[in-house]
């Protein structure tokens, strides 16, 4: 039987300093190098929050416009090897993306839009440790990849981001599904935007 559970999406910027330390190739390849098989999992072949899966080096911490390109193109090498644990498409509704999670992040996975034009899915998987001066920095402000994971994804113009919905389906497939405005919302939307600027 299958089962889903949604998934609480924040629509706020919880972190200003997120992400501050980018993530070099060079960096990456030391840290996969590990013999972690949870490093693996989580930033291996195929995963959405590896930085190599859009066919080169990537930083994950980097909006990526997803929806502008076909996923059969995109991951045709990883469909190819069967390494390919993620899917995107969008239908005359909505934007689609489907991604299998490693194990290590399905209880820990949260889901923000920020200024309602990225898309991002983060976590932790470790907590970190106190420095001496017994503050705790904020993960996304350090060599965030030994802590945690991150896909940031940039949303279409026509995304209606309020009404956005995520769910893990069968404890390891998530579903985020972005409706579209009708196009009198995009119209509005996109005057409102160039309002506020």
Same mark, same amino acid.
């Given at each position: 039987m299958a089962t889903s559970k949604q998934l609480e999406v924040h629509r706020e910027d919880h972190t200003p300093s997120k992400w501050s330390v980018s993530l070099g190739?060079?960096?990456?390849? *030391?840290? $996969?190098?590990?013999?972690?098989?949870?490093?693996?999992k989580v930033f291996g072949d195929g995963s959405l929050f590896s930085p190599l899966l859009f066919g080169k080096f990537f930083d994950p911490a980097d909006a990526f416009p997803l929806? !502008?390109?076909?996923?059969?193109?995109? $991951?045709?090498?990883?469909?190819?090897?069967?390494?390919?644990?993620?899917?995107?498409?969008?239908?005359?509704?909505?934007?689609? $993306?489907?991604?299998?999670?490693?194990?290590?992040?399905?209880?820990?996975?949260?889901?923000?839009?920020?200024?309602?034009?990225?898309?991002?899915i983060s976590g932790q998987l470790k907590q970190q440790q106190q420095r001496e001066s017994k503050t705790i920095i904020d993960w996304r402000s350090v060599n965030?990849?030994?802590?945690?994971?991150? *896909?940031?994804?940039?949303?279409?113009?026509?995304?209606?981001?309020?009404?956005?919905?995520?769910?893990?389906?069968?404890?390891?497939?998530? !579903?985020?599904?972005i409706p579209k405005l009708e196009a009198n919302q995009s119209a509005e939307s996109k005057n409102k935007d160039s309002e506020d600027v």
């Open positions: 190739e060079e960096a990456f390849r *030391r840290f $996969l190098g590990q013999a972690n098989p949870v490093v693996q929806w !502008e390109f076909e996923s059969d193109l995109l $991951l045709s090498n990883l469909r190819n090897s069967g390494k390919s644990t993620i899917d995107w498409f969008q239908i005359d509704q909505e934007y689609v $993306l489907q991604a299998e999670l490693p194990e290590a992040v399905r209880n820990t996975m949260q889901i923000f839009i920020e200024n309602g034009k990225v898309l991002e965030w990849w030994e802590h945690g994971y991150v *896909r940031r994804l940039e949303l279409p113009d026509d995304a209606d981001w309020r009404r956005m919905e995520a769910r893990v389906k069968n404890d390891m497939v998530i !579903e985020v599904k």
